[in-house]
């Protein structure tokens, strides 16, 4: 009986692993995607699961929520058990969401497990429109007759639209759309002058000539595949907007389970095969601690309620 002991001990140090069997996971493991099957979020979450199943002890599925701008999705997992099998694909819209819709969970009402991706946003402009750098565009924004017109299909274009329009001496109008789709049609056709959309719809609007990529949402400039454009918060300080993908847990997860999540989906993260899809959909990986996660969340918190009280928002 000691030897067998003693063999169980030896074995579970030669796979890494404390002596003590792992809790998680004990039976399937599902990650809730807000999103329709076959859309781009749901390519990430089956780009992980599939990078995760060989690391686990049980299989991991994806399972499709849709509706209610991802509320339901973010319900469903704020109500399941806490015990780290039912996990959220969190996109930057949970941050944004209780901006502008009654009943949106608070994200700090989930508990972080990792930031998986990160990808920046590209103000684009109409062909037709006279601005080719940033300095032209904030002086027609104060100047050009009826004003700047700026397309927005989502909470984060919304924002991006009204922190242009909150800019002093600004006369900017938003022009509001179901989906980025319609938005680059106008801008294709003059209607609008400008929009905010994620880098990798971007390119593609930008390869196919409906429209210039005028200025990058990032930190910084010189940030690809648009190298030589200017970094719009330069002149419009906090002028920065990121999609990302992360997972969250129900948020009475014991800490125990959060840490053997994260250094399951860090590994997974460590995958060339993943690495090389998510660059194809000009994501970043971002991975490391749980607290990465959280305080990217804060950071959109209060940065997003910031625009939202000075432009008056209030959720419908």
């Not at 565009?137 to 909150?166: D, H, I, W, Y």
Request: charged content about 15%.
């Amino acid at each position: 009986m000691l030897r067998l002991a003693w063999l169980t001990l030896i074995a579970s140090f030669a796979y890494g692993l404390p002596a003590a069997a792992q809790d998680w996971p004990n039976k399937i493991v599902r990650i809730v995607v807000p999103t329709a099957a076959g859309g781009p979020a749901d390519a990430v979450a089956r780009i992980v699961a599939n990078a995760m199943t060989p690391l686990l002890s049980q299989p991991i599925i994806v399972e499709n929520k849709p509706g209610a701008g991802g509320n339901i999705a973010v319900e469903s997992v704020s109500r399941a058990s806490a015990d780290g099998h039912t996990l959220l694909l969190g996109l930057s819209t949970l941050v944004s969401n209780p901006i502008f819709f009654q009943g949106s969970r608070d994200p700090k009402e989930l508990a972080p497990v990792i930031q998986l991706s990160s990808g920046y946003f590209v103000l684009l402009a109409s062909n037709q429109f006279e601005a080719r750098k940033v300095s032209d565009l904030l002086s027609l924004m104060q100047s050009k007759q009826g004003g700047v017109r700026c397309g927005s299909s989502g909470g984060l274009a919304t924002l991006a639209c009204e922190l242009l329009r909150l800019n002093p001496g600004s006369n900017v109008t938003i022009a509001n759309y179901r989906g980025s789709a319609d938005a680059i049609r106008d801008l294709q056709n003059g209607e609008i002058d400008i929009m905010l959309d994620f880098v990798n719809s971007a390119i593609s609007s930008v390869n196919a000539g409906r429209g210039r990529a005028l200025a990058v949402a990032s930190a910084k400039a010189g940030v690809q595949p648009f190298p030589d454009v200017e970094a719009m918060n330069v002149t419009i300080p906090n002028f920065e907007f990121y999609g990302w993908h992360a997972i969250f847990a129900p948020r009475e997860t014991p800490a125990k389970t959060l840490a053997e999540m994260n250094a399951a989906f860090n590994k997974a993260l460590a995958s060339p095969d993943l690495k090389s899809k998510f660059e194809a959909a000009s994501l970043d990986v971002v991975g490391g601690p749980a607290k990465t996660l959280g305080d990217r969340v804060e950071l959109e918190v209060n940065q997003f309620a910031r625009i939202a009280a000075q432009a008056g928002i209030k959720p419908q």
